[in-house]
């Protein structure tokens, strides 16, 4: 079973960027495609973006596209998000979460595994 630890998180301004980090332990990153969701506050839990294991394609939500972008580096065991462009929008808490399919899914319930999640407050 894989772990997953995220961190990276903080307060920015608009405008601003950060940079997430997913560390896994346990078992090698390379075999599980892997994703970032995030939950605002009395919100469902809500896809940003994935990439697969099978031969790194990614997938990212329509509301980050262009602003985000999600990588991997699999000598590393890490998987990474990009964050440009922030708005107060982006304030979340993001997790990260792997399974074992090939491809990018969009869907929370298709990934078996979650880190606790690190918050993001993006100030207006």
């Known amino acids: 079973q894989v772990q997953l630890v995220e961190s990276g998180g903080g307060l920015v301004q608009a405008g601003g960027s950060l940079r997430l980090s997913c560390a896994a332990s346990g078992r090698t990153l390379s075999s599980y495609t892997m994703a970032w969701f995030r939950q605002a506050p009395e919100k469902e839990r809500e896809f940003v973006a994935a990439?697969?294991?099978?031969?790194?394609?990614?997938l990212h939500a329509n509301s980050v596209k262009g602003r985000f972008a999600i990588s991997r580096d699999n000598a590393k065991n890490a998987v990474y998000l990009q964050m440009n462009s922030l708005k107060p929008e982006d304030t979340a808490i993001y997790y990260c979460?792997?399974?074992?399919?090939?491809?990018?899914?969009?869907?929370?319930?298709?990934?078996?595994?979650w880190g606790q999640g690190t918050q993001v407050t993006v100030s207006s």
């Open positions: 979460a792997g399974t074992n399919h090939p491809n990018p899914l969009p869907g929370k319930y298709d990934y078996a595994y």
């Open positions: 990439i697969g294991w099978s031969v790194g394609t990614t």
